[in-house]
């Protein structure tokens, strides 16, 4: 069993910044890859960010590629998602999820676990 816990979200102005943390218990976390997803209002869960087990590969969404940072520090069990120059369009329900494989892409069958969920707002 494998608990993902999310913190951080909250309301933030265009161009500025946040942090959001992914705590992991339970099974071997570390050993997988995690990612980042997002759901706005009306739409579907989309993929933000991912990084494998090690931390030494990652892949983003285009829409945040320059601008977020995916992280993990696997001592602590935590990963993090850094977000510089938020836009309005990326207000969301951002969910942390566990994969079952080292290394793992953008669909979300490649992830067995999932958080509850931060609400991130960016104002203009």
């Given at each position: 069993?494998?608990?993902?816990v999310e913190?951080g979200g909250?309301l ?5 910044s ?11 976390v570390?050993r997988?890859?995690m990612g980042?997803?997002r759901q ?6 989309e993929?933000?960010?991912t990084?494998s ?5 990652t892949?983003y ?9 995916i992280s993990?520090?696997n001592?602590?069990k935590?990963?993090y998602?850094?977000?510089?120059s938020?836009k ?25 676990y999932?958080?509850?969920?931060t ?6």
């Open positions: 069993q494998v608990v993902l913190s909250g933030v102005q265009a161009g500025g946040l942090r959001l943390s992914c705590a992991a218990s339970g099974r071997t570390d997988y890859a980042w997803f706005a209002p009306g739409k579907e869960r993929f933000v960010a990084i087990w090690s931390g030494g590969s892949y969404a285009d829409s945040v590629k320059g601008r977020f940072t993990r520090d001592a602590k935590t990963v998602l850094q977000m510089n938020p309005p369009e990326d207000t969301a329900v951002y969910y942390c999820a566990a994969s079952v494989y080292t290394i793992a892409g953008a669909a979300t069958t490649q992830y067995g999932w958080g509850q969920g609400q991130v707002t960016v104002s203009s």
